[in-house]
């Protein structure tokens, strides 16, 4: 079997990582992502056939794309992996997850899609590049690729591709189906959209969230079709809260809820990326996994806490928690009512009232 290009970074020891690029870019279309993720795992980027530094080989179906990622994991004796892929990289791991779902631990599919669109388009596309090249795709390319400014690296990533390898991914894509497969892919699953993508809308990305059992749906704003180089920060942001070596995220998950977590995953940007790091690691995943005390009891405390100090925005986060972790509202007026004597009648006061308001919300969400 073929082996393709590609290229290794992080820690030997990290648990593995397979990163799939998009149809016509290389291995650099992950380098804002590299970073953040070769701190932890031990990342493998490859390139598509005809693509970056890979030679053409023939593949034309996603089968046999998917052969070419077995083959670079056997080649460093990994039996699974982690895997997360763009577009046609992201139907690469799907097609894993579906042929050899004892392969992956988990999924993160990035602007991608259970089927492309009809056949012949892309037929046609292949039969343009063979004759012409990649050269006709570059204007049209860059207002799908990006929202924001284009990065001119991965267009000439573009350019640079063999139109053979390119034409036969085109091929590939034509081929690809797995609407009717989707319920049997049994990894964790991230599902990125980028809001403006006008190649995979993010109706694709919520077919698939909706197909994949448990699957996490991430919609970036103001993302095009690479929405990992047009919005670098809170698809990072997202892909670190995935991925299970991430300590305390699945803890404050649990605790928050997914919403919550999803919302602040969102919102993360490169200068606040390390204090939402700090917070999964330090707070959910050394304090809140301690045996000593049970959730219950850390909600009391937390609740205790955040009215003493008068931090009511987190209060009302922290109401919504107590409940997820088994306390009555009964229960949380009483830890109210004893902070009244501890902590002050008018910070309690304050604290009634952002509960109420939470409490009453919930009711209403309810009904």
């Not at 992201?90 to 009809?118: D, N, Q």
């Amino acid at each position: 079997m073929t082996v393709p290009h590609y290229q290794v970074d992080g820690p030997e020891s990290g648990p593995p990582l397979v990163l799939g690029p998009s149809l016509g870019t290389s291995t650099r279309v992950w380098a804002p992502q590299l970073g953040a993720l070769a701190g932890t795992f031990r990342v493998l980027r490859f390139d598509l056939p005809g693509h970056g530094g890979s030679p053409v080989t023939g593949a034309r179906t996603m089968d046999d794309l998917a052969a070419l990622v077995l083959a670079a994991a056997r080649e460093q004796g990994w039996e699974s992996f982690h895997y997360a892929g763009v577009s046609i990289g992201g139907a690469i791991g799907a097609t894993l997850a579906v042929r050899h779902p004892e392969r992956l631990r988990s999924l993160a599919l990035l602007c991608s899609s259970a089927r492309f669109g009809e056949p012949d388009a892309w037929h046609e596309r292949a039969a343009l590049v063979r004759a012409e090249g990649t050269a006709p795709l570059l204007g049209p390319t860059a207002g799908r690729w990006f929202a924001g400014p284009p990065d001119p690296a991965l267009l000439d990533d573009l350019a640079a591709t063999d139109p053979a390898g390119y034409a036969d991914c085109c091929d590939a894509l034509a081929g690809y189906d797995l609407r009717g497969e989707l319920a049997a892919i049994t990894a964790p699953t991230l599902v990125v959209a980028g809001r403006e993508d006008p190649a995979t809308p993010p109706a694709h990305a919520r077919l698939l969230a909706d197909g994949i059992p448990g699957a996490t749906l991430v919609e970036v704003a103001g993302a095009a079709h690479l929405a990992n180089a047009d919005r670098p920060e809170p698809v990072t942001a997202a892909l670190l809260a995935h991925l299970p070596s991430r300590s305390g995220m699945r803890v404050r998950r649990d605790v928050l809820g997914d919403a919550h977590v999803d919302r602040a995953i969102a919102r993360t940007t490169g200068f606040t990326r390390d204090f939402q790091d700090l917070i999964t690691r330090y707070a959910w995943g050394e304090i809140w996994t301690r045996p000593g005390l049970d959730r219950r009891t850390r909600s009391c405390i937390t609740l205790t806490a955040l009215v003493a100090r008068g931090h009511l925005d987190e209060l009302a986060m922290h109401v919504r928690a107590a409940l997820r972790n088994g306390l009555t509202p009964d229960e949380i007026g009483e830890v109210l009512l004893q902070s009244a004597i501890y902590c002050g009648v008018p910070a309690a006061n304050s604290a009634f009232a952002v509960a109420q308001r939470v409490l009453t919300e919930i009711a209403d969400e309810a009904s």
